[in-house]
């Protein structure tokens, strides 16, 4: 069984910053791509950013240059540094493990950016 905890979520006033982390526990493969996506209110589920076990990135166009993913494959750890924050940033953001298989979620973590 897999098992993806998260943290780092909270209240930010705009430009400002936040690190969100998960760690996934379980049987973890090698290969495998973890990342984020997030959902504010009425609005879909999109992706924000992931990496693959290999350091390969992905970005969303929204959030290119303002946030950073990076992990730690020894930890099954992924972080997300989030900078410049803007109150469209608002959402729910959910972490998961892709190990080619079904997708693995985390239970969710609110960030909340004021103007």
């Known amino acids: 069984q897999v098992q993806l905890v998260e943290s780092g979520g909270g209240l930010v006033q705009s430009g400002g910053s936040l690190r969100l982390s998960c760690t996934a526990s379980?049987?973890?493969?090698?290969?495998?791509?973890m990342g984020w996506y997030r959902q504010a209110p009425g609005k879909q589920r999109e992706l924000v950013a992931r990496?693959?076990?290999?350091?390969?990135?992905k970005y969303a166009d929204s959030v290119k240059g303002r946030f950073t993913i990076s992990r730690d494959n020894a930890k099954n750890t992924v972080y997300l540094q989030m900078n410049s924050l803007k109150p469209e940033d608002t959402a729910d953001y959910y972490c998961?493990?892709?190990?080619?298989?079904?997708?693995?979620w985390g239970q969710g973590t609110q960030v909340t950016v004021s103007s």
């Open positions: 998961y493990l892709d190990q080619y298989g079904p997708n693995y």
């Open positions: 379980g049987s973890i493969s090698r290969m495998n791509v």
């Open positions: 990496i693959s076990s290999g350091g390969m990135t």
